[in-house]
Each structure stands twice: as structure tokens, then as C-alpha cells.
């Protein structure tokens, strides 16, 4: 399977290389509770489906400094 889980279910690492950010920098965005996010025993999970949604939410910083 390549960059997408079961049924739209991304794990940590196939969601960094989706989102093209560090796991370090999504691991501090899911504990923040910026990101939807799923932890299922002691893993974290993500609908592809309301990872999308959630970026279409969040405003564009163009040149931010």
C-alpha cells in the first residue's frame, strides 16, 4: 500500500510524507490538538477524509515571517 492506509486511514508516517511536514512537527501538532487525530492503543491514526477537511479550514500564510 502506498501513501494511503485501509479505508483512508493514515498512520504517522504515511500522513508526514502526505502533509510533506517532520513526524516530529505532527507529533507536537496532535498533542497541541491542532490536527484531527486518533490515538487507537499506542498509535496514532488519521482520517484521510477529515485530514483534508481540516486543511481546506486552515488559512493560507503566504510569506509569513
Known amino acids: 500500500m502506498t501513501g494511503e492506509g485501509a479505508e483512508g486511514i493514515l498512520t504517522i508516517e504515511e500522513l508526514s510524507a502526505y502533509l ?3 513526524k516530529s512537527t505532527l507529533y507536537k501538532l496532535v ?3 491542532k490536527i484531527p487525530s486518533q ?3 499506542r498509535h496514532w491514526r488519521f482520517s484521510k477524509t477529515a485530514i483534508d477537511r481540516w486543511l481546506g479550514e486552515q488559512p493560507l500564510e503566504l510569506g509569513a515571517r
Request: aromatic residues 0%.
Open 20 to 22: 510533506k511536514i517532520s
Open 31 to 33: 498533542r497541541e490538538g
Open 39 to 41: 490515538k487507537i492503543g
